[in-house]
Every structure is written in C-alpha cells, then in structure tokens.
Nanobody, 115 residues
Framework: QVQLVESGGGLVQPGGSLRLSCAAS????????MRWYRQAPGKQRELVAI???????NYGDFVKGRFTISRDNVKNTIYLQMNSLQPGDTAVYYC?????????WGQGTQVTVSS
C-alpha cells in the first residue's frame, strides 16, 4: 500500500532554515508528481510546492523564492528546503501523491517558527 513518511520538522527561529523529507513506498515513485501541502491551525490546507516526475517545479505564491522542492528517484524521497522561515510558516507540513482520483497523505510533520 502507499506509504508517505515525513520527517525533519521542528522548532526554528525566524530567519532560520529546515529541510523536510518524505519517504515514499508502495507505488511507482518516478512516474508520479509529488506535492507538499501545509495546514496552519484554523486554516485550510494549502499547496506549498509540486514537483513533476520530470522534475518541473511550481510553488505557492507565498513561497517567494524561499523554498525549494526536490526529489531523489533512487531513494524514493522528496525534500523541501525551507529558508528565511517566518512565523507565518508555522504549520503541519504534509507530503502528497495523487493517483487517478485518489489522494494519499503522510502523517505530517510540525514546523514551528518562533523566537
């Protein structure tokens, strides 16, 4: 079955950096686009970044050049390098893959940006 396991979250000061990872299994990783979403308390889940199977990337408007999504098709893992983090980036970050009409999610990793 599809499994997505996120890691790398934590507490960081404003202006700091974190690198999130998502290890995938149970499907043909290199044939699927992968996404990072986030959800802050009381807010809707929003798309952070997407990377196609060919490595083309796109980002939510709020990213503004601060985050970079990447993938390793040997390790079946995607990453989200987050720089210049701000308190508004505080959220649970989720890895996602969409296959046909089904969405699969990891358990999420908490990112807290606070001084």
């Amino acid at each position: 079955q599809v499994q997505l396991v996120e890691s790398g979250g934590g507490l960081v000061q404003p202006g700091g950096s974190l690198r999130l990872s998502c290890a995938a299994s149970g499907f043909t990783f290199n044939k699927n686009a992968m996404r990072w979403y986030r959800q802050a308390p009381g807010k809707q889940r929003e798309l952070v970044a997407i990377i196609t199977m060919g490595g083309i990337t796109n980002y939510g408007d709020f990213v503004k050049g601060r985050f970079t999504i990447s993938r390793d098709n040997v390790k079946n893992t995607i990453y989200l390098q987050m720089n210049s983090l701000q308190p508004g980036d505080t959220a649970v970050y989720y890895c996602n893959v969409r296959m046909f009409v089904d969405d699969y999610w990891g358990q999420g990793t908490q990112v807290t940006v606070s001084s």
